[in-house]
Each structure stands twice: as C-alpha cells, then as structure tokens.
C-alpha cells in the first residue's frame, strides 16, 4: 500500500466544532467541503418533530436530502413531496424549497450540499455551537432572531423566503 492510500484511510481528527443546533434542528457535519477538495460536504440532521426549514433558495450550493427516519414533507418551487426512511429528494440549483419533520417524532436526514461552503459558513455561524458528539436535540430556547438569521443567510449566500412580517 502506498503512502498516499495510508493517508486516505486515516480519520479526520476536526480542529472546529462539528455540531450545531439551529430552529429546531441538530446538525452534525460528518464531512466538511475542504475534506472533500470543495466537492461537497455530509450533514446528519436530527429534526424535532414541526420543525425543518423555511423556504429559501441558494444558486451555488446544491442539495439532496436523504431520509434516514421518519416522515418528512418538502416544497420544491411548489410542488409539495411526501418523504420517508430511503427516500431521497433533490433540490435543483437555486429552486426555491423547504422541508419539516411531519411526524410527531425527531426524523433523521443526511443532506448532501455541493460544493458545501454555504451551508457550512451559514450554520457554523447562525447555530448554536454544542459539544463534539451531541445526539439528542437540546430543549427549546426563545424565538429566533430572524433578522440576524436573513442577514447571515444573505451574507453566506442562502435567500431565505419568509412573509414579510417575519423578517422584522
């Protein structure tokens, strides 16, 4: 075996946190975009029952979701899908979707996100960062500062596409 297959076989030990809890939702990043040469990057999320994410869109970051456990409803540009454990759903390049936890348990997703940096910079930042290892979803804390939240979305490249009254 040569030097460079030994090296691709090692772990990745991460110098930055790796888990975050953001409206509802505990993300864990399994693989970062730079661990991939900014191919994509792997997030497990846990997401508490009604909770998920609002309709937005982000023309540079790709997306799939994988449901691992539960049941999970998606809008893709309006169009409403029905998701549950093997199913997997795909986001064209900038349409505009979202997702919930339809069930009344936690459900569980990976997403894969291409090239990943976005989504990355905007959770790492907007998330409240909890220990390396974090399996259950914390309690609830307060509303979320949404002004703060669209503002980061905007500054990471993610429109988020809420009624006006909620954005202020």
Same mark, same amino acid.
């Given at each position: 075996?040569? *030097?460079?297959?030994? *090296? ?11 888990t975050y ?12 975009? %730079?661990?991939? +040469? ?9 997401? /508490?029952? +009604? *909770? ?7 023309? *540079?970051?790709? @997306?799939? $979701? ?7 409803? $998606? ?21 505009? %979707? /979202?997702?919930?936890? /339809?069930?009344?348990?936690? +459900?569980?997703?990976?997403i894969v ?6 989504? @990355?910079?905007?959770?790492?930042? /907007? +998330? ?22 669209? @503002? ?17």
């Amino acid at each position: 075996m040569s *030097a460079t297959s030994t *090296a691709a076989l090692e772990p990745v030990v991460r110098l930055e946190t790796d888990t975050y809890h953001l409206l509802g939702n505990l993300l864990r990043f399994l693989v970062r975009s %730079h661990e991939t +040469g900014g191919a994509y990057s792997l997030t497990e999320s846990l997401v /508490a029952p +009604g *909770a998920g994410a609002p309709p937005n869109r982000h023309p *540079a970051d790709g @997306e799939v $979701f994988y449901v691992i456990d539960g049941q999970f409803e $998606f809008t893709v540009e309006g169009r409403t899908i029905p998701a549950t454990a093997g199913d997997c759903v795909r986001v064209p390049d900038g349409a505009v %979707h /979202a997702f919930r936890n /339809a069930g009344t348990t936690p +459900g569980k997703l990976l997403i894969v996100n291409s090239p990943g940096r976005d989504h @990355e910079a905007f959770f790492s930042e /907007a +998330g409240d960062p909890l220990p390396s290892g974090t399996r259950d979803l914390p309690p609830p804390v307060g509303a979320p500062d949404i002004p703060r939240l669209l @503002e980061l979305g905007r500054r990471h490249g993610l429109e988020f596409l809420l009624p006006p009254s909620a954005d202020h």
